[in-house]
């Protein structure tokens, strides 16, 4: 079992899942796998050993039109389902979870405009994400304030006739130091509650807006995770985002809409894992016959499998009520990111143990799949924040 294996199972994905919604979603997915077997794959070590944003791969989603799949057409976007979007996501995260972030984020990052924006805002921001021409961040998270996202947000705002004086940090910034537009939300009236929160776009280059310092992780090694420094940084009123005041609501709503991409990509690292080890328990031979032929390996997949694919069915179904606006997103998103989030480090981690002291090596990917593996139950909410959401939505505060 030697590098030959571990080249040809790299580049091998599963076949698109068998829900598509339309013949549109097919021939879309069909694009996305081959683009993931010839051009994403192939990188996918050397992107987390580099740890470098793969500028190559953001173009090749671009040319694409991977980076605006739900965006409406009426802004430059595809105006796909959030079905097809989660679809898209997973099937990158197969090979690759720092490029499916790409995609996830650019999501993450637009959401507070499509949700907030006016149709100014728009038509002014929306085209050049759709495009690809302009990456997008999303900027709540602060050094006190991670779960605790309204009670503990220091970053202030403070209105100065027709701009808004910015002074704070922002840290753990996704592709933050590659957006050239960063959604970010920030305190103007301390005394509002979750009344007092407003959200503004920053566009790059803005004065008193810098980048600071930038994170080592785990994984994901491939996208930037930053911090970023608001000083005496002058935003005109015209990108504030929605009203005065509506910015924590704005916040959650995208969130609501954000997590099934990060569910998305949680599936995709456990399925492109998953199927790793089962091509290896096919060959690997032990006691002379295939190790997955022994009950303690057989097991062990029937288990991932069946993991998997609850994970794609509770993440479907909440794309389609965020598809067909159900009342009822906020739940199912967190239902989605939950059980995705832990099948992902579940199943990870027993492929590294299928592959035995071979998966432990980077010479193979699963430990990487691993590594990749850990975030998803810790951004965009950790799972407990997950749980907190859960049980709200089910027997209130
Ligand atoms: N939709 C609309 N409004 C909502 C809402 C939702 N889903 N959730 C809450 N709100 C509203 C509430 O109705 C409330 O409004 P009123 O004051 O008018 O009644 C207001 O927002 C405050 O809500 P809560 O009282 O519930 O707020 P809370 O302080 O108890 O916190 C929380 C709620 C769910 C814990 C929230 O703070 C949270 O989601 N925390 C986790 C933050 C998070 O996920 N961060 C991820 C950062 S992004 C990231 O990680 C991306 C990346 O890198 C890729």
Request: charged letters at 25%; hydrophobic letters at 45%; one cysteine or more.
């Amino acid at each position: 079992m030697g590098a030959a294996f571990v080249e040809e199972a790299c580049i091998m994905t599963t076949a698109p899942s068998q829900i598509t919604s339309s013949d549109e979603e097919a021939m879309i997915l069909a694009v996305v796998r081959e683009l993931v077997v010839e051009k994403v794959a192939p990188r996918a070590a050397e992107i987390d050993a580099t740890g470098e944003f793969p500028w190559d791969i953001k173009e090749l989603f671009a040319e694409n039109d991977l980076l605006g799949i739900p965006i409406p057409a009426e802004y430059g976007g595809l105006g796909g389902t959030f079905l097809t979007y989660v679809k898209v996501v997973e099937e990158i995260a197969k090979a690759c979870a720092s490029s499916a972030l790409i995609v996830a984020v650019q999501e993450l990052g637009m959401l507070p405009i499509v949700i907030g924006g006016s149709e100014e805002q728009k038509r002014r921001f929306l085209p050049k994400i759709a495009s690809g021409e302009h990456l997008v961040a999303y900027a709540l998270t602060e050094v006190s304030s991670g779960s605790d996202a309204l009670g503990s947000m220091r970053t202030r705002a403070e209105k100065r006739g027709d701009t808004y004086l910015l002074n704070g940090q922002k840290i753990w910034i996704t592709n933050g130091s590659v957006a050239d537009v960063v959604c970010v939300f920030a305190v103007t009236d301390p005394q509002a509650g979750s009344r007092g929160v407003s959200a503004f776009v920053l566009e790059k280059g803005m004065p008193g807006f810098s980048v600071g310092n930038v994170e080592k992780k785990m994984g994901i090694r491939g996208s930037p995770t930053v911090e970023l420094v608001f000083n005496d940084c002058e935003v005109p009123a015209a990108n504030r985002l929605g009203e005065e005041g509506e910015g924590f609501k704005i916040a959650m709503k995208v969130l609501d809409k954000s997590r099934p991409g990060i569910a998305a990509q949680a599936l995709g690292i456990a399925a492109g894992a998953f199927e790793y080890a089962t091509n290896y328990a096919k060959e690997r031979v032990a006691f002379g016959k295939p190790i997955g032929h022994h009950q303690g390996v057989g097991f062990m997949l029937a288990d991932m499998k069946t993991e998997v694919e609850a994970a794609r069915l509770l993440l479907y179904e909440a794309a389609r009520r965020c598809d067909q606006g159900s009342s009822d997103v906020t739940l199912w998103s967190a239902l989605a990111k939950l059980k995705c989030g832990d099948v992902a480090m579940s199943v990870t981690t027993d492929a590294v143990q299928v592959l035995g002291g071979f998966g432990y090596s980077a010479d193979y990917p699963v430990e990487r799949m691993m590594r990749d593996a850990k975030i998803t139950q810790i951004y965009e909410g950790t799972q407990q924040i997950q749980r907190l959401v859960i049980a709200r939505a089910l027997v209130g505060r």
